[in-house]
T-cell receptor, first 113, second 115 residues
Framework: SQTIHQWPATLVQPVGSPLSLECTVE??????LYWYRQAAGRGLQLLFY??????ISSEVPQNLSASRPQDRQFILSSKKLLLSDSGFYLC????????????FGSGTRLTVV | AQSVAQPEDQVNVAEGNPLTVKCTYS??????LFWYVQYPNRGLQFLLK??????LVKGSYGFEAEFNKSQTSFHLKKPSALVSDSALYFC?????????????FGGGTRLMVKP
């Protein structure tokens, strides 16, 4: 069966520090991968998505970047965090076919102080 | 373009009463429709989906949703609410013709079930 792992679960970082959040998927190949941010327990903001290794699409210009160094690994990064980067970050994967939805990771609560 | 709307930020219901969480969508073709639930500090969990066939879809935890093509709606329902149903609910849509399999999510509706 397919599983998605996202870590860490919580993170407190000072302003100006770097960030690296990792997401990995097991049990499937060539998944579509997504990074979302959720502010204050409300709506989802799509940050990045990837349909293959090295293929990253950015939905919102921001202080963040994403990379996909391996088929089932998706990394969200920042060189210098801002206070506004605080939020709940969610990784998700899907197959690129048919009526399949997304499967979400458990999320990372990032607090920038 | 595809879009989805959840017109209510919050729905309040008493335990034991029926609940409805509303969702309307817009697609150029035919839709795939989904409902997800999110508990505090957790990822979204899949509840149910409509792909084709019977307009009434049954899902996890006693939830169901009815696809209404003429009203472009996919409301989530449950006959008898539980306090443990209190959570954030998201509706999502994908146009069948969307080759990239991108889902568009609604803004979410917070369901509060009071004892």
């Amino acid at each position: 069966s397919q599983t998605i792992h996202q870590w860490p679960a919580t993170l407190v970082q000072p302003v100006g520090s770097p960030l690296s959040l990792e997401c990995t998927v097991e049990g499937t190949s060539n998944p579509n991968l997504y990074w979302y941010r959720q502010a204050a327990g409300r709506g989802l903001q799509l940050l990045f998505y990837s349909v293959g290794i090295g293929q990253i699409s950015s939905e919102v210009p921001q202080n963040l970047s994403a990379s996909r160094p391996q088929d089932r690994q998706f990394i969200l990064s920042s060189k210098k965090l801002l206070l506004s980067d605080s939020g709940f970050y969610l990784c998700a994967w899907s197959v690129n076919a048919g009526g399949y939805g997304y499967t979400f990771g458990s999320g990372t609560r990032l607090t920038v102080v | 373009a595809q879009s989805v709307a959840q017109p209510e930020d919050q729905v309040n219901v008493a335990e034991g009463n029926p609940l409805t969480v509303k969702c309307t969508y817009s697609v150029s073709g035919n839709p795939y429709l989904f409902w997800y639930v999110q508990y505090p500090n957790r990822g979204l969990q899949f509840l149910l989906k409509y792909i084709t066939g019977d307009n009434l879809v049954k899902g996890s935890y006693g939830f169901e949703a009815e696809f209404n093509k003429s009203q472009t709606s996919f409301h989530l329902k449950k006959p008898s609410a539980l306090v443990s149903d209190s959570a954030l609910y998201f509706c999502a849509v994908r146009d069948i013709g969307n080759a990239g399999n991108m889902l568009t999510f609604g803004g979410g509706t917070r369901l509060m079930v009071k004892p």
